[in-house]
Each structure stands twice: as structure tokens, then as C-alpha cells.
């Protein structure tokens, strides 16, 4: 009784201070699960937009609910987050009556399931936060941030980890693999130690992270793949719709930083140009992260769960090749961080499946979206962003 009256009086007093302190989206989690609402849970990718250009700051899930006025759509948008911890959130879904139909979409991009995302310095603190994702009493809750009971490791043993993996995960798994290097670790080196005058450094430094982010092989012990299962099985326990969202990587950058034009890669490349087609060079990396996207939409379709695939939008593909990679705004790391061309089209393409492919009723929607956005409203080109630009300032010394 002691425990239980000691529960309440921190319930009554401190519970909510420690809330907005330590777990800063808990109030929305609540206020947005129980709305009647759909839901779009997301990281960074959501809310981002390019400082440069954009003249749109809507995000991704701002833009779908363009798409359905009739509909209430909160987002829930936490910058860094992870499957991992989107599986935390969700365990405070209600669970839905069989006659209620409530949507979650659900972002998700390759890089979270690298090394450099599992074992971010940022994660005891995001670990930390995720402990106020429970129904818990309040004050258990308390004394396990008091105890450090979750995942505390500090920054410099998830970086130990990290060089663990990238030094002995054999990237040479796959049938037909061509990539040059055994590890990750072996390519980051060869790279660092490449001091070829015309390479420039700041593009030896981005070919190091992406590197980094994408040079790692997909397989089913992955945690956060494991993480992604389980969030099938708590909406489907809940009664929600879940649909996964495949994000599309810079894939411009991908290419020119990793052709044979750079002596760190050992593959025959050819570049097909024209004025009406444009193709990118063949890249040893893009191939590594073409393996495994193919094997995450599999597990995607073993699991049984919708899915709108993003990962060669148009928009992030092609358009972007022709601003010259402008349509993603960090230039020199890989992010999932769009301008208002790519986020639009991301969010027409979650409305084109939620009407079930219905083209008439997407392409009035669209009309109206567009009209109300308005031509004018689009990114102004005449702005000139700076730009990493690998096609043009790597070792293709002929452009310098």
C-alpha cells in the first residue's frame, strides 16, 4: 500500500515534469494514438526540407493530408529514431474494436539497419527516452532512469562495436559479389589512405561515410529487421493497418563517388548520356545496396505486410541526377533529408495505394493538391545551392 500511495503521489507531482524533460514526444504518442486518428510515425525524414530551395516546408505527412481532407492524419516525428524504438512506441496502441479501421504508415530507410545506426552515440539517450514508452506505474518507470536499467552503453563502447563489426562482417557473402574489399573496414582504409592528388579531400571524406552507412549485408539476425517483424505483429495484435514505406537513398551520390573513374574501385564502368535519357554509372556499393533492399522487400512480403516502395522514386532518382543531386539537402553525408519535390511525391504515392489504386480519384486528388500548393510555390532553381557535386569534382580531373 506504501509502494502504490508513493506511486501516486509522483503520478500527481513530478510525473509529468519528468515527461517533457526526459521524453519529449510521450504527450504527442498519447495525444495522437487516442485521436482516432492515422498515424505516420517517422525520424528525420519526415519533417526535413532544403533551407535552400524549398519555398514548400510542409513535411511528408503535412502533404498526405492534403490528400484526405475527410481524414485525421497526426503524425508522430522523432528525429534519429529507429525501428527499435518505433516498436517501443507502439506497444501503447489501443487495441482497435474489429469494426474500426485506423492506418499507421511507417518510414523506412536501409541506413537504420547499418552499423553506424545500431550503435549511434546517440542511443543510450534514445533508449532513455523510450523507457516512458510503457504502461508501467510511473514511479517503476522513475527508478529504472535512477537505476540506468536499459540500454546504457556509453558512446565510446557502441563506437568499439561498431569497428567490431565493420572489421570482421565479411561483405564477400553474396553469389557473384564483386566488392573489392573483405570488410568494411579494409574499404575505409583503402580510401583514407588513397593520396592521389586529384581526389579531392572532402570527396574522400564522403566516400568514407557512406562507407559508413551502406557497406554492410542484410541478413535476418539484423536487429532492426527483427524490430520491423515484431512491429508487424503489434499492429496486427492491435487491429491497426500498417503499411511500410521504403525511403529512397541518394543514389546520384552513390554512383559517382564509387565508379572506375576513382582508383579505390576495381570494376569497368560506362556512363550512357543523351539529351533525353540519362543513366548513372554502374557502383560496386549500389549494387551492395540494391542486395539489400531486394532482400528487405522479400522479408516484407514473407511477413505479409503492405508495402509503397519508394526506393527508386523518380523524383529521388532521375530528377535528382539532373539538379545534380540538389533534391537531397545534406551534400556531404548520406541522409534520408528531401526537398519538397521528393517529399510531395513520396506522399502522392502512399495516397495512390491508400485509394487502392484507384487512378481517377488519385488524379483528382492530385489536381486539387496541386492547385492548392500551387506551380509558383515549387523550389526556386534560380537559387544556387552549394553542392558536393562527385560527378564532376572526384578524380575526373578534367572538370577541375
Given at each position: 500500500m506504501f509502494l502504490i500511495g508513493l506511486n501516486e503521489v509522483y503520478r500527481v507531482t513530478l510525473w509529468e515534469k519528468d515527461v517533457r524533460q526526459f521524453s519529449r514526444v510521450r504527450n504527442r504518442i498519447d495525444s495522437a494514438f487516442n485521436s482516432g486518428a492515422d498515424i505516420y510515425l517517422g525520424e528525420s525524414s519526415n519533417t526535413s526540407f532544403n533551407p535552400w530551395t524549398d519555398t514548400l516546408n510542409e513535411s511528408i505527412s503535412d502533404f498526405l493530408q492534403y490528400y484526405f481532407p475527410e481524414r485525421k492524419i497526426e503524425a508522430v516525428t522523432h528525429e534519429g529514431y529507429h525501428p527499435g524504438l518505433f516498436r517501443q512506441m507502439l506497444e501503447l496502441l489501443p487495441k482497435l474494436?474489429?469494426?474500426?479501421?485506423?492506418?499507421?504508415?511507417?518510414?523506412?530507410?536501409?541506413?537504420?539497419?547499418?552499423?553506424?545506426?545500431?550503435?549511434?552515440?546517440?542511443?543510450?539517450?534514445?533508449?532513455?527516452?523510450?523507457?516512458?514508452?510503457?504502461?508501467?506505474?510511473?514511479?517503476?518507470?522513475?527508478?529504472?532512469?535512477?537505476?540506468?536499467?536499459?540500454?546504457?552503453?556509453?558512446?565510446?563502447?557502441?563506437?568499439?562495436?561498431?569497428?567490431?563489426?565493420?572489421?570482421?562482417?565479411e561483405l564477400n557473402v553474396r553469389k557473384g559479389n564483386k566488392v573489392p574489399y573483405a570488410t568494411s573496414l579494409e574499404w575505409i582504409d583503402a580510401v583514407a589512405r588513397n593520396y592521389d592528388t586529384l581526389l579531392h579531400e572532402d570527396i574522400k571524406g564522403m566516400m568514407g561515410a557512406y562507407i559508413?552507412?551502406?557497406?554492410?549485408?542484410?541478413?535476418?539476425?539484423?536487429?532492426?529487421?527483427?524490430?520491423?517483424?515484431?512491429?508487424?505483429?503489434?499492429?496486427?495484435?492491435?487491429?491497426?493497418?500498417?503499411?511500410?514505406?521504403?525511403?529512397?537513398?541518394?543514389?546520384?551520390?552513390?554512383?559517382?563517388?564509387?565508379?572506375?573513374?576513382?582508383?579505390?574501385?576495381?570494376?569497368?564502368?560506362?556512363?550512357?548520356?543523351?539529351?533525353?535519357?540519362?543513366?548513372?554509372?554502374?557502383?560496386?556499393?549500389?549494387?551492395?545496396?540494391?542486395?539489400?533492399?531486394?532482400?528487405?522487400?522479400?522479408?516484407?512480403?514473407?511477413?505479409?505486410?503492405?508495402?509503397?516502395?519508394?526506393?527508386?522514386?523518380?523524383?529521388?532518382?532521375?530528377?535528382?541526377?539532373?539538379f545534380r543531386g540538389s533534391y537531397f539537402t545534406d551534400q556531404w553525408y548520406p541522409t534520408e533529408h528531401y526537398n519538397s519535390v521528393i517529399r510531395l511525391a513520396i506522399a502522392e504515392k502512399l495516397a495512390f495505394q491508400e485509394l487502392e489504386g484507384d487512378s481517377s480519384a488519385w488524379l483528382i486528388r492530385t489536381q486539387r493538391v496541386r492547385n492548392q500548393l500551387r506551380k509558383n510555390n515549387y523550389p526556386n532553381w534560380e537559387i544556387v545551392m552549394p553542392l558536393s557535386d562527385p560527378e564532376r569534382r572526384g578524380y575526373r580531373s578534367q572538370f577541375d
Open positions: 474494436p474489429k469494426d474500426s479501421v485506423r492506418t499507421i504508415w511507417l518510414g523506412v530507410n536501409l541506413r537504420t539497419c547499418g552499423p553506424s545506426a545500431i550503435y549511434s552515440g546517440n542511443e543510450a539517450s534514445n533508449q532513455r527516452e523510450a523507457l516512458y514508452y510503457s504502461n508501467r506505474p510511473p514511479l517503476l518507470t522513475r527508478i529504472f532512469m535512477g537505476l540506468h536499467f536499459y540500454d546504457n552503453r556509453n558512446e565510446k563502447e557502441r563506437e568499439r562495436l561498431k569497428f567490431q563489426w565493420w572489421r570482421t562482417r559508413k552507412e551502406f557497406a554492410f549485408v542484410l541478413d535476418e539476425n539484423n536487429p532492426r529487421l527483427q524490430d520491423l517483424k515484431e512491429i508487424v505483429q503489434i499492429c496486427r495484435s492491435k487491429g491497426w493497418k500498417l503499411i511500410y514505406h521504403i525511403l529512397p537513398p541518394n543514389r546520384y551520390h552513390t554512383a559517382w563517388l564509387f565508379t572506375s573513374e576513382n582508383p579505390v574501385v576495381r570494376v569497368d564502368d560506362s556512363l550512357i548520356a543523351s539529351p533525353t535519357r540519362y543513366e548513372l554509372p554502374p557502383s560496386i556499393l549500389l549494387e551492395l545496396i540494391d542486395y539489400n533492399y531486394a532482400f528487405m522487400r522479400r522479408k516484407f512480403f514473407e511477413w505479409g505486410v503492405e508495402v509503397v516502395d519508394n526506393f527508386t522514386l523518380k523524383e529521388a532518382l532521375l530528377d535528382n541526377a539532373k
